[in-house]
């Protein structure tokens, strides 16, 4: 199972980027979907927003009314609609999926391999 995320780039402020990120393997069911993101001087990952399976969705405070999370769940990827960037929103953005694989014994979660978005002034 692999994740593979794209969109990334640099965005001049109240820009907009669209991320994806797929999922792929031998899938038998993707539970949650979400990214989260680090910015450069911080060590710990913040929840940005996150999806579940039946269309629920969560937001960060930070992010709600211009970050949008929208997944397709018949290509097992999901979307990261970013609008009205602000410099603080620079970051790597890191995707992930709880996965249930064929013939696994339980779901895991799966990371993305992160995409950096950058967000100048």
């Known amino acids: 199972v692999q994740l593979q995320a794209s969109g990334g780039g640099l965005v001049q402020v109240g820009g907009s980027l669209r991320l994806s990120c797929a999922a792929s393997?031998?899938?038998?069911?993707?539970?949650?979907m979400g990214w989260y993101r680090q910015a450069p001087e911080k060590n710990q990952r913040e929840l940005v927003a996150?999806?579940?399976?039946?269309?629920?969705?969560n937001h960060a405070d930070s992010v709600k009314g211009r970050f949008t999370i929208s997944r397709d769940n018949a290509r097992n990827t999901v979307y990261l609609q970013m609008n009205n960037l602000k410099p603080e929103d620079t970051a790597v953005y890191y995707c992930?999926?709880?996965?249930?694989?064929?013939?696994?014994?339980?779901?895991?979660?799966?990371w993305g391999q992160g995409t950096l978005v950058t967000v100048s002034s």
């Open positions: 996150r999806a579940g399976a039946d269309g629920d969705t």
């Open positions: 992930y999926a709880n996965i249930f694989e064929r013939g696994g014994a339980r779901p895991f979660n799966k």
């Open positions: 393997g031998d899938i038998f069911k993707v539970y949650s």
